[in-house]
C-alpha cells in the first residue's frame, strides 16, 4: 500500500501555527518499515526521454541526450560516470532543482513539468530529501535547527520518536546544539542525511556526499544510507565517482555522454572498476 | 594595485550607485549652500553698487550704535535745512534730501500686494538722475503732484498696474489713492529682494510719511575732479554732531554686509542639515566598506599571500575609497547647483524675489565639495581597511564563511556607560533646565555610547526576535543579525541619527507649541488683537485710532517695538499707555507699582531684572538707535508672561520721544462691559475695512496663529531631515542588498530544501525591518529624551511647557518598520531569485 500523502500542502506562512497533521488523521508518510508492509515495488523516481542542454546554437552543450530510466522504491541506486558525463544534471532533473529542455521528469506519478516553481518547491520539501556534498548546513542554525528545517518552514512539528531515533544512529544526540563550524566534516554530513530522512521523503537524493570526506567517515556514512534502505525501505539515489561508494548500492546506472550505457545489479568495487574502465571512464 | 582599486569600483554598479548617493546628498547639501549664498551676495553686490553708483557722499543721522541688518532701525531723521548747508560745500554738484517710510500698495481687490515679510517701503523719488544710479524709470515719469506715485516694477507686474492707473496704498496714518504715473526699476531686477516700493516727490512724501520739515539721507553727487573721499571729508566737517557722511561706496558695502550678516544665518542652518546628512552618510560609507572587505577576505589574504605588503592593502582600499569620494563630490557639487537654484525658485514662490545673476561657484565651493566628499568617506573607510589590512595570509586558505564577531567585553561596558552617562546627563539638564550646551553634549555622548554598544545592542534585540517559531522568519532574520552585528548596528545607526534629530526637534516643537499657548493667553484681559496681516511691519496708527471710540469698544492699547541696548545688551524693547496697560494684561507685579510707571521709568520682567541686577527705583540704561542713551528708573517688574512679547516696557510717550517709526506692532482692545463680543467684532471688521493689512484676531485665534506658524516651522525642518533619513534608507537598502549577494549559497541550500520565494522574501523583509525597527527604536528613545532636556534648556527662552508628541513619535516608529519593509523589495526580490544550483553543487 502506498503511503497516503497531500500532494500539495499549503505552504505555511513562516508565522502561522504549525499545521500539524493529527495522528491518525492525516498519516502523511507512515513509517516505512521492512518487510511485507514495505511499499510494494513501483518507480519512486524516473525519468523519459530525458533531454537538458545548456546555452544555444553552436554553443549549446548537450548534458542529458534523451534518457529514459527508472529508479524503484526501496532500493539504493548509485549514478556514475566521468566528469561531464550528466549524472549530477539527471539528479537534478529529477530532484526539481532544474527543469528538463524535454522529455520528463516523474517522483512516482507526479509529472514535475507540470508543477509551478512553488508546487516544485514544495515537493522538495515535503517529499524528497537532499545530502549535498558540501555547504549542508545553514551556518546560523543549530545541528538540530538544520535537521527540523524541511518540516519547520512547512509549519509542521516532526515526529519526535522518529527525530530520536534517525539522530541516535547517525551518533548526533550530543551534536544537536552545535553550530555547523562547531562540527566535524562526517558530522556535517551526517547531519544532513538526518535533514533529509528525518522527513521520512519518498527519494533521498545524494550528490557525492561523501566528497569532502576521508575513508573512515564515508564508510560510516554510506553503512548508514545502506541500513535506511534495508531497515526502512528507503529509496536513496547517489551520485557518485567513487567505486567503494558505488558498491554499497543494490544497483549502478553508468551515463557516459549524457546517456545511460550500462546497469549494474549487485555491483561490488571490482565489477564497477571494471565498467568503469571498458567504458573509458 | 590602483588598476585592482579601479576595477573593484566598477565591478558592482548597484553598490557604487548605492555609496556614491549616500555621500552625494551630504555633498550636495553643502556645495549647494555655499553656490546660493555665493550668488545671492554677488547678486546683491551687483544691486547695491548700481544703486549707489551715482551717488559719491551720503549724509544721514549718526546711529548710537550699529544696528546690524535684522533691526530695521532707521537713523533719526535730519533737519531739512541740513541740504541747503551740503548744497554750499565746495565740490558739491547736486544734494537731494530723501525720506523713506511704511507705504503699503494694495492690489485692485483692496488687499495688500506683499503679504510677505518683505518690507514695503515708501520713498521720494528725486529729480537728479545720476543721483539715482540704477534706479530708473522703465514706463512713465517721475511723480510731481500731490496725488502721483511711482511704483516699483514687481508690484505692478504683480498687480497688473500700468501708468494711469489709480492705486490705493496705506501709510501709517492713513490711506489714499494715487495714479501711477511711472514705473520704477532697478538695473535688470524688478524690485529690493521682494519689497515694494511707492515713489513720491519729496514734499508729499515727508507729509505722506510723516517726516514734514525731515530728510532720512542727503544723496550728494560730486564735481567733476573731486574725489568721493575728499568729498566726504569736506561734508563731515560742516555736519552737526548727530549727522555723518559716508561715501557711496561704503552705503554700498554695508548694504552687502548686512545681506551677507543675513545669509550667514541662514548658511549656518542649511550647513547644519548638510552636516547631519553627512553623518548618516558616513555611517552607511563605513558599513559599505566593511562589507566589502568581509567579502573580500579571502581575495586580500591572497593577496597578501603572493607578497602585497599591509601598506599596500590598506593603500589599495584607501584608493577606492577615495575614487568613490571623488565620484561622490563631483556628482554632489552638480547637485548643489541644482539645490541652489531650486531652493532660489522655491525663495521666489513665496515672495522674496531674489536678484538674478548667474551661479556663483566660488573655488572654495569645490574646495568644500571634494573635501566632504573625499575626506567624509576615506575617514569612514579607514577602520574596514585597516582590519583588511592586518589579516593574516594564512586567512586565505580557510573556508569557513566570514562570519563578523561581536564585541568585546571592554568596548561593550565602554559603551554601555557613555550611553547610561549621556542619558544620565540628558535627565540631568531636563531637572536643571537652561542648559543648551550641556545638552548638546549629553545628546553626543549618549550617541557615542549607541555607537560604540551598537552591536551589542542589535544582537540583544536579535535574541528578542530569536524567540519566534522555527524556520519562521523572525527567528532567521534574527540569527541573520546576531550573526554580523557590527554591520546590523551601522546600518541602524545611520537611521538612528536622523531620528534623533526629527523627534528631538518634535518634542521641542511640540512644546514650544504648548508654551506660546500660555504667553499668548498669560495674564491677557483683552477681548481683540489688531495685528499685521502675514508678516508686515506693522499696524497704522491711524487705524488703532479709528477703533478708538467705536461704539462698545473701552480701551485701545498701542504697542510698538523697537531694538535697543538695555544695560549695553541689544533686547527688543516695547512702549505702551500706562494708563490702559492693567486694562490690557494682567503683569502679575511683584515689586514696585504700576502707579509708579510713568515717563523717565520702565518696567522689566522679573527674570530679567535677575539678569540686570537691578531692583525697583534702580537706574536702568537704555540706548536707543536713533538718540543714544537715555537712562531710566525701574519702577517694578511682573513675573508673567504675557503677549506683550518683551520683558522690557517703557512708556509710549518716550517711546515716542526715542523712535521716528510711528507704526504698532499690535493694537490691544477691550470691549465695554455688557458689550457683546460678536457685535463689536463687526464693527471692528467693519470701521478697518479701509485696512486690510490688519487682521483682528480674539485669543483663540492668537493661540492658533502662533502654533500654526511653529508648525510651519517644524515641517520644513523636518522635510529638510528627511533627507538625511533617505540616505540611511539607501544605507539599508546597500546592506542588505550586500548581505543577500554573500549568502546566494545559503539562501539557494534554503531554496533546495524546501523554502519558496515568498519564504525568502519575507525573510529578507524582515532582517530590514528589524534593523530599521532597531535604528526607529534607539533614534526615537534618544530623540525624544533629548528633546525634553532641549525643550528644558529653553526655559528662558519662552518654552515653558513640556510636550511630547507620541501620536507623531508613533507614526515615525510605523513609518520606519514601512520603510524597511520597502528597502527590503528589492534585495528580497533578488533574494529569491537565486540559482539553486550554483548554490548546491561544489565546483
Known amino acids: ?281 | 594595485m590602483l588598476r585592482v582599486s579601479l576595477r573593484n569600483v566598477l565591478a558592482n554598479k548597484l553598490r557604487l550607485f548605492l555609496t556614491v548617493a549616500a555621500v552625494t546628498v551630504g555633498v550636495a547639501f553643502v556645495s549647494g549652500t555655499f553656490v546660493l549664498s555665493d550668488t545671492m551676495s554677488r547678486a546683491f553686490d551687483q544691486l547695491f553698487t548700481g544703486l549707489t553708483s551715482g551717488t559719491d557722499v551720503v549724509v544721514r543721522g549718526q546711529s548710537a550704535y550699529t544696528t546690524g541688518a535684522a533691526t530695521q532701525a532707521q537713523p533719526r531723521p535730519l533737519d531739512q535745512a541740513l541740504v541747503a548747508d551740503v548744497e554750499q560745500v565746495p565740490g558739491v554738484a547736486a544734494a537731494e534730501g530723501g525720506v523713506t517710510g511704511f507705504a503699503l500698495i494694495l492690489d485692485r481687490d483692496g488687499l495688500p500686494i506683499q503679504p510677505g515679510g518683505a518690507p514695503t517701503l515708501g520713498a521720494s523719488v528725486g529729480g537728479d538722475e545720476q543721483l539715482a544710479g540704477a534706479v530708473g524709470f522703465r514706463e512713465g515719469r517721475a511723480p510731481g503732484g500731490p496725488d502721483e506715485v511711482a511704483i516699483d516694477a514687481g508690484s505692478a507686474e504683480k498687480a497688473g498696474y500700468q501708468v494711469g492707473d489709480s492705486v490705493d496704498i496705506v501709510f501709517q496714518d492713513g490711506r489714499d489713492t494715487f495714479t501711477v504715473v511711472g514705473i520704477v526699476g532697478f538695473g535688470t531686477t524688478d524690485s529690493l529682494a521682494g519689497a515694494t516700493l511707492a515713489g513720491f516727490d519729496l514734499p508729499i512724501a515727508q507729509q505722506l510719511l510723516g517726516k514734514v520739515g525731515v530728510v532720512d539721507e542727503i544723496d550728494v553727487r560730486a564735481d567733476d575732479g573731486v574725489t568721493a573721499g575728499q568729498l566726504r571729508a569736506d561734508i563731515a566737517a560742516v555736519l552737526p554732531e548727530d549727522a555723518e557722511a559716508l561715501t557711496g561706496l561704503q552705503v554700498a558695502d554695508e548694504g552687502s554686509a548686512a545681506v551677507r550678516d543675513g545669509m550667514a544665518v541662514f548658511s549656518r542652518v542649511l550647513l547644519i542639515f548638510a552636516a547631519v546628512s553627512v553623518l548618516v552618510g558616513s555611517f552607511v560609507i563605513w558599513n559599505t566598506f566593511s562589507v566589502l572587505v568581509a567579502q573580500r577576505r579571502r581575495e586580500v589574504a591572497l593577496l597578501r599571500a603572493v607578497g602585497a605588503s599591509r601598506r599596500q592593502v590598506l593603500t589599495g582600499i584607501m584608493v577606492e575609497a577615495g575614487l568613490i569620494g571623488l565620484v561622490s563630490a563631483g556628482v554632489g557639487l552638480l547637485a548643489g547647483v541644482g539645490l541652489a537654484v531650486g531652493i532660489r525658485s522655491l525663495l521666489k514662490l513665496i515672495g522674496i524675489e531674489v536678484p538674478t545673476t548667474s551661479a556663483a561657484i566660488e573655488p572654495r565651493t569645490i574646495v568644500a565639495a571634494l573635501l566632504v566628499g573625499v575626506v567624509v568617506t576615506m575617514v569612514a573607510a579607514f577602520v574596514p581597511a585597516w582590519t583588511a589590512s592586518r589579516l593574516a595570509p594564512i586567512e586565505a586558505l580557510h573556508d569557513a564563511a566570514p562570519t563578523a564577531a561581536g564585541i568585546g567585553a571592554r568596548r561593550r561596558i565602554a559603551g554601555w556607560l557613555m550611553l547610561a552617562a549621556g542619558v544620565a546627563g540628558l535627565a540631568a539638564c531636563a531637572t536643571v533646565g537652561n542648559e543648551p550646551a550641556l545638552t548638546g553634549l549629553a545628546t553626543l555622548t549618549a550617541f557615542a555610547g549607541l555607537v560604540t554598544a551598537g552591536p551589542s545592542l542589535a544582537q540583544g534585540m536579535a535574541r528578542l526576535a530569536d524567540h519566534g517559531r522555527r524556520g519562521g522568519g523572525w527567528r532567521m532574520a534574527a540569527r541573520n543579525i546576531a550573526r554580523a552585528p557590527r554591520r546590523a548596528a551601522a546600518t541602524a545607526l545611520a537611521l538612528t541619527i536622523g531620528l534623533t534629530v526629527v523627534c528631538a526637534v518634535a518634542v521641542t516643537a511640540s512644546s514650544l507649541k504648548a508654551s506660546v499657548a500660555d504667553s499668548v493667553t498669560g495674564g491677557n484681559r483683552s477681548d481683540f488683537a489688531l495685528q499685521p496681516a502675514g508678516a508686515g511691519l506693522g499696524v497704522s496708527p491711524a487705524a488703532a485710532d479709528l477703533v478708538r471710540g467705536l461704539d462698545g469698544v473701552d480701551t485701545v492699547e498701542e504697542l510698538r517695538y523697537t531694538s535697543a541696548l538695555v544695560q549695553g545688551g541689544s533686547r527688543t524693547v516695547v512702549g505702551v499707555d500706562p494708563a490702559g496697560l492693567d486694562q490690557v494684561v494682567d503683569l502679575g507685579l511683584q515689586d514696585g507699582a504700576l502707579a509708579a510707571f510713568t515717563p523717565g521709568t520702565m518696567l522689566l520682567r522679573a527674570k530679567a531684572a535677575e539678569a540686570l541686577g537691578v531692583t525697583a527705583g534702580d537706574p536702568v540704561t537704555i540706548t536707543f538707535p536713533e538718540t543714544g542713551e537715555r537712562t531710566v528708573t525701574l519702577a517694578g517688574t511682573f513675573s508673567q508672561d504675557t503677549l506683550l512679547e518683551s520683558d522690557y516696557l517703557i512708556p509710549l510717550a518716550d517711546f515716542e520721544e526715542n523712535v521716528t517709526s510711528r507704526l504698532d506692532g499690535s493694537v490691544l482692545v477691550t470691549i465695554r462691559d455688557g458689550a457683546s463680543p460678536a457685535a463689536v467684532e463687526r464693527t471692528l471688521t467693519q470701521a478697518l475695512a479701509e485696512y486690510p493689512n490688519v487682521t483682528i484676531s480674539d485669543p483663540a485665534q492668537l493661540t492658533a496663529d502662533a502654533q500654526a506658524s511653529v508648525d510651519q516651522m517644524l515641517g520644513l525642518i523636518t522635510a529638510l531631515l528627511l533627507l538625511a533619513v533617505v540616505v540611511a534608507v539607501l544605507g539599508i537598502v546597500n546592506t542588505l542588498v550586500l548581505s543577500v549577494v554573500e549568502r546566494t549559497r545559503e539562501l539557494g541550500l534554503l531554496r533546495a530544501v524546501g523554502a519558496t520565494r515568498s519564504q525568502i522574501r519575507t525573510l529578507v523583509r524582515r532582517e530590514s525591518v528589524l534593523m530599521s525597527l532597531l535604528g526607529a527604536v534607539t533614534g526615537i528613545a534618544l530623540g525624544t529624551v533629548s528633546g525634553i532636556a532641549l525643550s528644558r534648556a529653553l526655559l528662558d527662552q519662552g518654552v515653558t511647557r513640556l510636550a511630547v508628541p507620541t501620536v507623531t513619535l508613533t507614526v515615525y516608529l510605523v513609518i520606519a518598520a514601512l520603510v524597511g519593509v520597502l528597502a527590503a523589495i528589492g534585495p528580497a526580490r533578488r533574494a529569491s531569485r537565486v540559482d539553486i544550483l550554483r548554490a548546491v553543487t561544489t565546483e
Open chain 1, 1 to 281: 500500500m502506498p503511503p497516503q500523502r497531500i500532494d500539495n500542502p499549503p505552504v505555511a506562512d513562516l508565522d502561522e501555527p504549525p499545521e500539524r497533521s493529527g495522528i491518525g488523521t492525516l498519516p502523511r508518510a507512515a513509517p516505512p518499515v521492512s518487510g511485507s508492509s514495505r511499499p510494494a515495488g513501483g518507480l519512486a523516481a524516473r525519468v523519459q526521454c530525458a533531454r537538458r542542454t545548456y546555452g544555444t546554437g553552436a554553443a549549446s552543450v548537450v548534458a542529458l541526450a534523451d534518457v529514459t530510466v527508472g529508479f524503484p522504491a526501496g532500493e539504493f541506486t548509485a549514478i556514475m560516470g566521468p566528469s561531464g558525463s550528466g549524472k549530477s544534471t539527471l539528479m537534478h532533473c529529477m530532484a526539481g532543482l532544474d527543469t528538463l529542455t524535454s522529455g520528463q521528469a516523474f517522483i512516482r506519478d507526479t509529472d514535475l513539468a507540470s508543477l509551478t516553481d512553488r508546487e516544485l518547491t514544495v515537493l522538495r520539501r515535503d517529499r524528497l530529501g537532499f545530502v549535498f556534498q558540501a555547504f549542508n548546513l545553514l551556518p546560523t542554525l543549530t545541528a538540530e535547527e538544520n535537521i527540523t528545517l524541511p518540516a519547520d518552514l512547512a509549519g509542521r512539528s516532526v515526529d519526535r520518536a522518529w527525530f530520536d531515533t534517525v539522530v541516535s544512529t547517525l551518533g548526533l544526540q550530543e551534536r544537536l546544539t552545535h553550530r555547523p563550524a562547531q562540527l566535524s566534516g562526517g558530522q556535517q554530513q551526517r547531519t544532513a542525511v538526518a535533514r533529509a530522512l528525518v522527513s521520512r521523503p519518498e527519494v533521498v537524493f545524494a550528490d557525492e556526499p561523501t566528497g569532502a570526506l576521508d575513508s573512515k567517515a564515508s564508510a560510516e556514512l554510506l553503512r548508514f544510507l545502506r541500513s535506511v534502505v534495508d531497515d526502512l525501505g528507503q529509496t536513496v539515489v547517489m551520485v557518485t565517482h567513487d567505486p567503494v561508494a558505488a558498491a554499497y548500492a543494490d544497483r549502478v546506472v553508468f551515463l557516459v555522454d549524457g546517456s545511460v550505457v550500462e546497469e549494474l545489479a549487485h555491483p561490488t568495487r571490482d565489477s564497477v572498476l571494471e565498467t568503469m574502465k571498458r567504458l573509458g571512464g
